[in-house]
């Protein structure tokens, strides 16, 4: 369902007359009838403890994409713990870190091993020539942060911390509010699974408080405690979710987001409100722990042409003149020098988690 309503253009410096006059049809969702399912049903797979509460590591992603390109089957090969060079629990850990960032999919041929497909986006982001295959850029790690907790999710305990209204909080606060937003979605995971999930967290986001020399190492190792996403507080069962401006995050990629997000909601041109982009569970704001403000004022740089803020009667929107996910793979893949071009890579790159 689309409305129509009229805006002023308010970041761009010299916007074409036609924009000036423009209607952009406002994206609204809509729920089939009779549709019953909660917020975290409609997001989520009821997955809970398959990470064996490891986080993960430097460099797991490029080994097991390099495993992956090599053979399919590698996962379910007796010598993979070899092959991987760490324990059973570990590739496990890894077979399930591949999925959850949506970089590989399962695939089950009745006789035959069970094998992991890499998607379109793991070539784009982890071949030799692509992205960024040893995330050494933390607009990576935050690109990383939104493809896990985007639909279809399969870490929902993380989906649901991440939308804590609060600041500041408990490890057993955020157990128990899972354990209830689960119960709602009509699910039954123990409650030991998802205190596993919250420690694994923990540990993927939080730097340890002690500066021992294995501490160090083990934060160097746990790259995604580069974005501060969550902190430890002194007491380490009181963890703090601060929000704020993204200062690491590279307004290109917060614009590959929001327009991700908006293609999901809608797939064709228009606009979605700055509102919308920030309070809505599993927006971009409340995965990444901006306020409305902060969101705002990172996508007013002129990223691209057919992307801007304007005004608006109800408030403020981002409007965009093309579909969004055509647009938003533009956008990213120019900020990584042109990946696409490079690796042969089809141009629209429609379906983002399809299998090459």
Known sequence: MTTSASHTRKNAVAPPADDQLALFPMLESESPPGETLSPLAKACEPTFGAHKEQPPLLNWLYKAYIALAEDPAVFAAKDAPIVFGVGKSQVQALRFWMQ????????VTPGAPQRLLLTDRAHWLLHDLGADPFLEEDGTLWLLHYWMLSTPCLVPTWWTVLQHPLSRTSRRDLTENTMRQAREAGWKPSE??????????????????????????DDLLRVFTRLPILQLDQDIHQVRLPRGPRFSLPPAILA????????HIDPRPGALSIHRLTREPGSPGSVLRMWSDDLE?????????DLCIMDSIGGDVLAFRRPPLQL????????YNGVRERLGMRLDLADETRTG
Do not use: P
Not at 100 to 107: P, Y
Not at 328 to 335: P, T
């Open 100 to 107: 959850a960032f949506k970089l590989a999919l399962g695939e």
């Open 256 to 263: 590959y987001i929001c327009l991700d997000y908006a293609h």
């Open 328 to 335: 938003a793979w533009e956008i990213l893949d120019s900020h």
């Open 297 to 305: 004022r990172a996508l007013e740089t002129d990223v691209h042409d």
């Open 192 to 217: 030991s699974a998802v205190r596993r999930d919250v420690d694994c967290l923990v540990r993927m986001y939080a730097r340890e408080a002690s500066r021992q020399r294995d501490s160090i190492e």
